[in-house]
Nanobody, 122 residues
Framework: VQLQASGGGLVQPGVSLRLSCAAS????????MSWFRQAPGKEREFVAA????????VYADSVKGRFTISRDTAKNTVYLQMNSLKPEDTSVYYC????????????????WGQGTQVTVSS
């Protein structure tokens, strides 16, 4: 499985950004896809995850109500809509999956995208 993340950039606080993660190399009808992020000097942390088959999602408390994860099964793509961005959201964002199980731990995820930089600054 290859994961290609895109959509990052430099934005001002309060604006929105949408990240995409295109999966290739294998088609799958179920499993969990996720987004993580890693700020300089910090550990990689869980952001959001979605079950491929039914769309059930889960979020980190820090992004709940601002970020929305979704998937397009026809395009084999997972999205992360980020609204009301804050400077503390500045990180490299990684997509990961598919995994048969959900965990907030990075060790649960075998496949990772290359990361896309999101910088929120005025």
């Amino acid at each position: 499985v290859q994961l290609q993340a895109s959509g990052g950039g430099l934005v001002q606080p309060g604006v929105s950004l949408r990240l995409s993660c295109a999966a290739s190399g294998r088609t799958f009808s179920r499993g969990v896809m996720s987004w993580f992020r890693q700020a300089p000097g910090k550990e990689r942390e869980f952001v959001a995850a979605i079950e491929w088959s039914d769309g059930i999602s889960v979020y980190a408390d820090s992004v709940k109500g601002r970020f929305t994860i979704s998937r397009d099964t026809a395009k084999n793509t997972v999205y992360l809509q980020m609204n009301s961005l804050k400077p503390e959201d500045t990180s490299v964002y990684y997509c990961a999956g598919p995994s048969a199980t959900f965990s907030r731990r990075t060790s649960n995820w075998r496949y990772w995208g290359q990361g896309t930089q999101v910088t929120v600054s005025s």
